[in-house]
């Protein structure tokens, strides 16, 4: 039981990292910088199963899968983590597909699927993504978002296009 659990906290530590996402769209990308592993709250994790295969180096949850902290959620169908030979200290990337939900606060970003990689700080949500939040809405097939950077960039790919409505405030 003990590589159980050391599971699921990495994983859920790295899946709490994407919650940068949506803030790199709005006004004030700080809003999510205080969040993620270093945070000191708790990390919540649900899904109908959680499965761990040491030979293949990954670790998934499937079925209805949430993982909350502090006011961040983030669901998707599944959520797989590929670790390192140093196990789940060494995350080499993360996948959740089926559906990807994200929020924080009245921020709010969905898409297909998502891919963070830890080492570059890449969070990559493709396929349908739309981004909303108080100040509008942008959509497009993908949002890249370099957290080491603080940039986000909606790009359209196979002759999509990307969108924006913004709201003025009064």
């Known amino acids: 039981m003990i ?7 990495a994983a859920a530590m790295l899946v709490l990292a994407t919650g940068l996402a949506p803030g790199a769209m709005a ?16 990390v919540n994790v649900t899904a109908d199963s959680f499965e761990v295969n040491e030979a293949q180096r990954l670790a998934v949850f499937s079925g209805k899968a949430v993982v909350t902290q502090a006011g961040f959620r983030l669901t998707a169908p599944t959520i797989k983590v590929h670790y390192g030979p140093g196990g789940a200290s060494e995350i080499d990337s993360l996948e959740a597909t089926g559906g990807v939900r994200m929020t924080l606060r009245d921020q709010t970003a ?31 097939p993908q949002l890249v978002v370099d957290l080491a950077k603080g940039t986000s960039r909606f790009t359209a790919t196979g002759g999509g296009r990307v969108t924006g409505v913004f709201t003025p405030s009064n």
């Open 110 to 140: 969905t898409g297909d699927s998502a891919q963070y990689d830890p080492k570059t700080r890449i969070l990559r949500l493709s396929g349908n993504v739309v981004v909303t939040g108080k100040g509008g809405t942008v959509k497009g």
């Open 3 to 9: 590589a159980f659990s050391r599971h699921i906290l």
């Open 27 to 42: 006004q004030d990308t700080n809003a999510f910088g205080a969040l993620g592993a270093q945070s000191g709250e708790p």
